[in-house]
């Protein structure tokens, strides 16, 4: 069961990625994946996530109307499209994927290892 968060990079103020978050060994669709960052001396926060079902979308405010999540559980990839980027920006990015086990009424939860994204002013 892996998740492998690539994508990241250097790039100027106002410049644009695209974050890939690829699944193996894991039965894709039954996980919303979420997008986490944490930039150098600071707490991990969350900036966005895609359910498993109904494709519902969900973003920290200071992200909203810059960066998209995407889904594709054909590839079995979650994307994070990042937009009109600023240096506050600048963090590590992981990818966590979250399952319920109704049965056994528990959650199983993976994280991808961090690709690092940094903003120059």
């Known amino acids: 069961v892996q998740l492998q968060a690539s994508g990241g990079g250097l790039v100027q103020t106002g410049g644009s990625l695209r974050l890939s978050c690829a699944a193996s060994?894991?039965?894709?669709?039954?996980?919303?994946i979420g997008w986490f960052r944490q930039a150098p001396g600071k707490e991990r926060e969350g900036v966005g996530c895609?359910?498993?079902?109904?494709?519902?979308?969900f973003y920290e405010d200071s992200v909203k109307g810059r960066f998209t999540v995407g889904r594709d559980n054909v590839k079995n990839i979650v994307y994070l499209y990042m937009n009109n980027l600023t240096p506050e920006d600048t963090a590590v990015y992981y990818c966590?994927?979250?399952?319920?086990?109704?049965?056994?009424?528990?959650?199983?939860?993976?994280w991808g290892q961090g690709t690092l994204v940094t903003v120059s002013s």
């Open positions: 060994g894991l039965t894709f669709d039954d996980y919303a």
């Open positions: 895609i359910s498993s079902s109904d494709g519902k979308i």
């Open positions: 966590n994927g979250e399952d319920y086990i109704a049965s056994e009424r528990r959650y199983v939860e993976v």
